[in-house]
């Protein structure tokens, strides 16, 4: 078995777990009924699903015989701005009060979110 | 001899994360494209030298490294325990849960990292940070024991954050 048959099979085998995880996202996406909730959803697509996909992608150029590492800074920017994303749309959540309410922080008084001025 | 130093890198890890991101994004690794990636990485830093008042002073690169192995490991793991969760919970047996994290850790740059350390790895997400920056706020899609995924995430992360922040 030569290298770029198994980096060809890595890449068929990182497309079906990667393709299974964003399937998985999307049922969680269309299961679950609460806001909060569902943002976990969406969350497993962007780090494995997105991962694998990527990683196929880097195998299949392998096996092509002209490496491309450009995958790697994908994945990097993306893990870097989907958390922000994340945050973005909790925070709506908190502040449309579409969700259960969040017990006070300890030490301060409120979340910056729902730390309003009043008039 | 230390002041040119400090006047080429202001911020050395900058500099490096530029040539990287610049010889990555060329897509091919020649002498050329190392050195403009290394002038780069020294305008660029100087240019942006004005947001960055207040950044940590001291950074662990190796204790990062560890940390990022760890993270990625971790983000392995729990997207498999998510995904059971998501095909085998009914909406009905789910407990979601809000905990609350008081944090350690004061600098803004170690609290994001350890903000999207949390939203990376599924089944909990970051959601908010208190008005004076005490608290973390995490949602948790299924847990029985919130108190237990407090103290996780102090252990495991923040633990190591503060060591890498020091």
């Known amino acids: ?119 | 001899m230390v002041r040119v130093y400090n006047w080429l890198f202001p911020h050395p890890l900058l500099t490096l994360i530029l040539a990287v991101v610049w010889v990555l994004l060329q897509n091919d690794v020649t002498a050329g494209m190392v050195v403009f990636g290394i002038i780069l990485g020294i305008i660029i830093p100087r240019i942006t030298a004005v947001w960055w008042p207040d950044r940590p002073k001291s950074f662990r690169m190796g204790k990062m490294f560890t940390y990022s192995l760890m993270v990625l490991w971790d983000i392995v793991v729990s997207n498999i325990h998510v995904a059971w969760i998501v095909i085998t919970v009914p909406n009905a047996k789910l407990r979601p849960a809000w905990i609350v994290i008081p944090l350690d850790v004061k600098h803004p740059e170690a609290i994001t990292v350890l903000a999207g350390t949390i939203t990376l790895t599924p089944g909990t997400v970051s959601a908010d940070l208190s008005s004076q920056g005490n608290s973390l706020l995490v949602h948790v899609l299924h847990t029985d024991d919130p108190d237990a995924v407090r103290d996780d995430i102090k252990n495991r992360y923040e633990r190591r954050l503060l060591e890498i922040f020091s």
């Open chain 1, 1 to 119: 078995m030569t290298l770029s048959t198994i980096a060809t099979l890595g890449a068929a085998l990182s497309l079906l777990i990667g393709s299974g995880f964003v399937l998985v996202g999307v049922v969680g996406l269309l299961k679950f009924d609460d806001p909060m909730t569902r943002l976990h959803a969406p969350t497993k697509v962007g780090t494995m699903g997105i991962g694998m996909l990527l990683l196929a992608s880097l195998l299949a150029s392998l096996a092509k015989g002209e490496p491309s590492i450009h995958e790697l800074l994908i994945m990097a920017f993306l893990f870097v701005t989907a958390p922000v994303s994340a945050n973005f749309i909790a925070k709506v959540t908190i502040h449309r009060r579409t969700c259960e309410t969040p017990p006070a922080p300890q030490k301060d008084s409120t979340w910056s979110t729902l730390d309003t001025p009043d008039t």
